[in-house]
T-cell receptor, first 115, second 111 residues
Framework: GAGVSQSPSNKVTEKGKDVELRCDPISGHTALYWYRQSLGQGLEFLIYFQGNSAPDKSGLPSDRFSAERTGGSVSTLTIQRTQQEDSAVYLC?????????????FGDGTRLSIL | GQQVMQIPQYQHVQEGEDFTTYCNSSTTLSNIQWYKQRPGGHPVFLIQLVKSGEVKKQKRLTFQFGEAKKNSSLHITATQTTDVGTYFCAPSGAGSYQLTFGKGTKLSVIP
């Protein structure tokens, strides 16, 4: 596709349930990032993947959060035992390389609401 | 990552007025990137500044990088309703892959 694709666009779930968020980066982009954005707030870095290297998980807020990137392409962010404070927009971005002088291209995000 | 402070946090302007947002750092920056996020949308890359004192223009938008590379600004001339959104700056090029975004300046334009 032309841009970063995220699914679902909206997810409403009950507290305690697990959720999976998907990100399909721009073809050829080796770097992939997940961010969280709470209402009216800035971007909070969660996790970074670069090619086949071990991901940087330093931004994950708790061990309920995990992410995978299969085949260096599609990524899944999983939140287990969701809490109300997990409600936010989860944004995925990709770039050609992991160098931070590369522009990041964002998807439309998944709006997660925990009831 | 390098930390920056963006001011103001919010700005309301009448359509046709000018607007400026500032991005300030206590340390020297390598490069700086600017992004725009429309309401309900995702951040979109606008520009990257690299050189000390650099000035770049995109139509009504003027981006500047300070001589000391410790601050940057985005100026919009004669705002339009299409300029509404949040403008973020992010230091870049310091060798880290991680961009640390500022908290952003939210611009509202009153028609």
């Amino acid at each position: 596709g032309a841009g970063v694709s995220q699914s679902p666009s909206n997810k409403v779930t009950e507290k305690g349930k697990d959720v999976e968020l998907r990100c399909d980066p721009i073809s050829g982009h080796t770097a992939l990032y997940w961010y969280r954005q709470s209402l009216g707030q800035g971007l909070e870095f969660l996790i970074y993947f670069q090619g086949n290297s071990a991901p940087d998980k330093s931004g994950l807020p708790s061990d309920r959060f995990s992410a995978e990137r299969t085949g260096g392409s599609v990524s899944t962010l999983t939140i287990q035992r969701t809490q109300q404070e997990d409600s936010a927009v989860y944004l995925c971005a990709s770039s050609w390389t992991g160098a931070d002088n590369q522009p990041q291209h964002f998807g439309d995000g998944t709006r997660l609401s925990i009831l | 990552g390098q930390q920056v402070m963006q001011i103001p946090q919010y700005q309301h302007v009448q359509e046709g007025e000018d607007f400026t947002t500032y991005c300030n750092s206590s340390t020297t920056l390598s490069n700086i990137q600017w992004y725009k996020q429309r309401p309900g949308g995702h951040p979109v890359f606008l520009i990257q500044l690299v050189k000390s004192g650099e000035v770049k223009k995109q139509k009504r938008l003027t981006f500047q990088f300070g001589e000391a590379k410790k601050n940057s600004s985005l100026h919009i001339t004669a705002t339009q309703t299409t300029d509404v959104g949040t403008y973020f700056c992010a230091p870049s090029g310091a060798g880290s892959y991680q961009l640390t975004f500022g908290k952003g300046t939210k611009l509202s334009v009153i028609p």
